[in-house]
């Protein structure tokens, strides 16, 4: 069983950046692929970025290209999420999960976190 609690979510204006951290607890993370998901109010969740454990393949919606960096400290057992030229279309909650293979479909994804706020103000 793995536990993920993510932090650093917040209220920031347009073209601001955020970072936000993933902390797992309960087993190793480092063989896990680490995804972000987002859900904003009225809408599904929808993927953000995901990487391998390895580090070496990392996932981008198209909508986070090029503002968006995924990484991960498996010594750490953390993952996050460099937010930059943050949007107001960005605002939603953020989610981190670990599941076994490097896919964008969040049922596919077997842990989850409880989510933080991130609010982006135009």
């Known amino acids: 069983q793995v536990q993920l609690v993510e932090s650093g979510g917040g209220l920031v204006q347009a073209g601001g950046s955020l970072r936000l951290s993933c902390a797992a607890s309960?087993?190793?993370?480092?063989?896990?692929?680490m995804g972000w998901f987002r859900q904003a109010p009225g809408k599904e969740r929808e993927f953000v970025a995901a990487?391998?454990?390895?580090?070496?393949?990392?996932r981008y919606a198209d909508s986070v290209k090029g503002r968006f960096t995924i990484s991960r400290d498996n010594a750490k057992n953390t993952g996050y999420l460099q937010m930059n030229s943050l949007k107001p279309e960005d605002t939603a909650v953020y989610y981190c999960a670990a599941g076994s293979d490097m896919t964008t479909r969040a049922n596919e994804y077997d842990y989850w976190g409880q989510g933080t706020q991130v609010t982006v103000s135009s």
């Open positions: 309960g087993r190793t993370l480092s063989r896990y692929t």
């Open positions: 990487i391998t454990w390895s580090r070496y393949i990392t």
